[in-house]
């Protein structure tokens, strides 16, 4: 049974920190790469970062220098640092994969990926 679980979302200050984390069971986190996507109220889902199984990252223009995305295969679980935030920043954030998928696109499809987290919220608010 493959299941991710987002968590670390909260209330931040612009400028502030955050670390999510996705947390993977049923499958070898380090054989898969595993994508960031974030909604925003009112707009479609969105690409954020992805890390292949190798550890390769890429990000999205909008966050590129500021977010970080890590794993740690002992802890099976894949991490996002986010610094700077922005209010633009605030969405949902979800984790998710595709069976099989070791690599990252650079189109962000949401239809590309079968699992998908629940979901943490991120809320960059003075």
């Known amino acids: 049974q493959v299941q991710l679980v987002e968590s670390g979302g909260g209330l931040v200050q612009p400028g502030g920190s955050l670390t999510l984390a996705c947390a993977a069971s049923?499958?070898?986190?380090?054989?898969?790469?595993i994508v960031w996507f974030r909604q925003a109220p009112g707009k479609e889902r969105e690409g954020v970062s992805c890390?292949?199984?190798?550890?390769?990252?890429t990000y999205a223009d909008s966050v590129k220098g500021r977010f970080t995305i890590s794993r740690d295969n002992a802890k099976n679980t894949v991490y996002l640092q986010m610094n700077s935030l922005k209010p633009d920043d605030t969405a949902v954030y979800y984790c998710?994969?595709?069976?099989?998928?070791?690599?990252?696109?650079?189109?962000?499809?949401?239809?590309?990926?079968?699992?998908w987290g629940q979901g943490t919220q991120v809320t960059v608010s003075s």
């Open positions: 049923g499958f070898t986190l380090d054989s898969y790469a």
């Open positions: 890390i292949t199984f190798s550890d390769f990252t």
């Open positions: 998710a994969t595709q069976w099989g998928r070791k690599y990252c696109s650079p189109y962000y499809r949401t239809d590309s990926y079968d699992y």
